[in-house]
Structure formats: C-alpha cells, structure tokens
C-alpha cells in the first residue's frame, strides 16, 4: 500500500506563492504518473497537473497553465506543485495522487480520476485577502 502525504498548504493573498509537496512511501514514486486535483467547496474534485514517471510528460489545466508548474524527484520519492500569482478561485482543498503506469510519456489532467490507484489525505490553500 503507497502512502501519500500532501503539505505545503497554508493562507495567502492574492498574488501569492505557494509550493505544495507529495511525498510517497510505501512503494517507490518512480514508476507512478502524478497528478495533482483540487476540490473547492461546493464543487467537484478537479484535476490540476499531472506529471509522467520520468518526467518526460506533464499536462495543466487551462485555468493555471502558465502559474503552475509541476516537478518530480523521483530520488527523493516526491512530486511538487509550484503556484506563482495564487487567485482566489485557486481556493480548495489539494490532493496528490499515483497511478502506476511507469512506461508513459504522456498524461492529461482530464483523465479518469478513478484510475488513480492511491491518494493523499489533502491539503488546505486558501487564497484571500
């Protein structure tokens, strides 16, 4: 069983910076494609990023390409989300989650949610001033 745990949550103002970090043990990251999802009250989960096991591939959804970049150490066991000028529509709870799939070069945020096999317990960003 992968153990995922999300931190790097916290309050910030509008324009803000965070960095989120997943961080897997149980089972090697390596070989798992990553993606990052996102829940706002009220609304479905969504996905954010996601980021292929070497690397070779990532993918963003259309409402942070450009302020959010995805990264992974696999050494380490553990995949960031860097989020640079924070809106409050950024707002929600954050998960991390693997699919082990460790042959890919490409992933999309609008996979399947359910084919990720393991998930963090989630982490807090609230954007607001």
């Known amino acids: 069983q992968m153990l995922l745990v999300e931190t790097g949550g916290g309050s910030v103002q509008p324009g803000g910076s965070l960095e989120l970090s997943c961080t897997a043990s149980?089972?090697?990251?390596?070989?798992?494609?990553i993606g990052w999802f996102r829940q706002a009250p009220g609304k479905e989960r969504e996905g954010v990023s996601c980021?292929?096991?070497?690397?070779?591939?990532?993918n963003y959804a259309n409402s942070v390409k450009g302020r959010f970049t995805i990264s992974r150490d696999n050494a380490k066991d553990t995949v960031y989300l860097r989020m640079n000028s924070l809106k409050p529509e950024d707002t929600g709870v954050y998960y991390c989650?693997?699919?082990?799939?460790?042959?890919?070069?490409?992933?999309?945020?609008?996979?399947?949610?359910?084919?990720?096999?393991?998930w963090g317990q989630g982490t807090q960003v609230t954007v607001s001033s």
């Open positions: 149980g089972y090697r990251l390596g070989p798992h494609l």
């Open positions: 989650a693997a699919l082990w799939d460790p042959y890919t070069s490409s992933c999309a945020v609008g996979d399947d949610q359910g084919r990720y096999e393991f």
């Open positions: 980021i292929t096991p070497r690397s070779d591939g990532t």
